[in-house]
């Protein structure tokens, strides 16, 4: 998959920059699971490879804090203390962060904000990672990247909804939202779309991560068994319920303006690819 069809995609972003002289800025969309941050971290060495300096940012070290999430979840809907959904993330910092690391130099030192999931909060500035010199290439990935405004209301279409946002009061804010984070996802220079085949096969991939996450956190503690907000597969499946009107919405409009999708099969692999432009035609 590398050589077919992601080595012909980081050559295309190292076209792009080095013909406009400008650092180009690459979304990549795809549901939990799909693999995201794998590719992110593939283009970023492919990328490296040209001595290009690519920074990666994910739309989850944007999240807003837990206190911040709580505020909200008794101000306007108690759903909105689950972290994942447009509202849920600081807009106004990820707006910072993309023109700082647009307007990076040799000299610069930038911060980038990371977000741990096991503790579901913001980590200390201390633990942010920093960034020094300029900036080719900004990678922005996430499961929401790039999604266009659309009606998010309708009959609830899971338990989630039907239990706790019957009325709609928290589809309709969370549409809302989404219009505002057009500012962020306007910085897109070209938007690359990983398309699962199904909620089921996203929530057998979340469970993978989940996995990992807690082995993860077991040797940070190096004791068997540390504690951590890892969640169990009925948690997982209720928490991937915040996700999936928005996610099967995608599905359906995104591939009409994504510049690159690839369809995922159950095997986690690449079954079919299309491009909106030929990665080989001239710019």
């Known amino acids: 998959m590398a050589t077919e069809y992601f080595l012909p995609l980081a050559d295309h972003i190292g076209q792009r920059h080095f013909q406009q002289q400008q650092t180009q800025v690459v979304g990549i969309n795809g549901a939990q699971g799909t693999g995201k941050s794998t590719l992110s971290g593939l283009l970023k060495r492919l990328l490296h490879a040209k001595q290009l300096e690519c920074v990666v940012l994910s739309i989850d070290d944007l999240y807003l804090t837990r206190a911040q999430r709580a505020d909200l979840g008794r101000d306007i809907h108690p759903l909105l203390q ?27 030192r930038i911060h980038i904000p990371r977000f741990d999931k096991a503790q579901d909060d913001r980590r200390a500035l201390a633990d942010w990672q920093l960034h020094e010199g300029r900036v080719d290439v900004i990678i922005l990935e996430g499961w929401c990247v790039g999604a266009r405004p659309a009606s998010l209301s309708g009959a609830p279409i899971n338990a989630l909804e039907q239990q706790h946002d019957a009325d709609g009061r928290w589809r309709d804010y969370v549409e809302q939202q989404l219009q505002a984070y057009q500012r962020l996802f306007r910085h897109i220079d070209l938007l690359v779309m990983l398309k699962a ?87």
Do not use: C
């Open 82 to 108: 689950t972290r994942g959904v447009p509202g849920t993330h600081d807009l106004a910092l990820g707006l910072l962060l993309l023109d700082t690391l647009k307007a990076a130099d040799t000299h610069s």
């Open 197 to 283: 085949p199904s909620m089921d096969s996203v929530m057998e991939w979340r469970w993978l991560q989940e996995e990992k996450l807690q082995e993860e956190q077991q040797r940070e503690h190096s004791l068997p068994g540390a504690p951590a907000a890892i969640m169990d597969k009925a948690e997982l499946r209720r928490f991937i319920m915040h996700y999936e009107r928005l996610t099967r919405m995608m599905w359906q409009t995104l591939p009409l303006h994504a510049d690159v999708v690839f369809e995922l099969d159950d095997a986690h692999n690449i079954a079919a690819a299309s491009y909106r432009h030929s990665l080989n035609a001239t710019l």
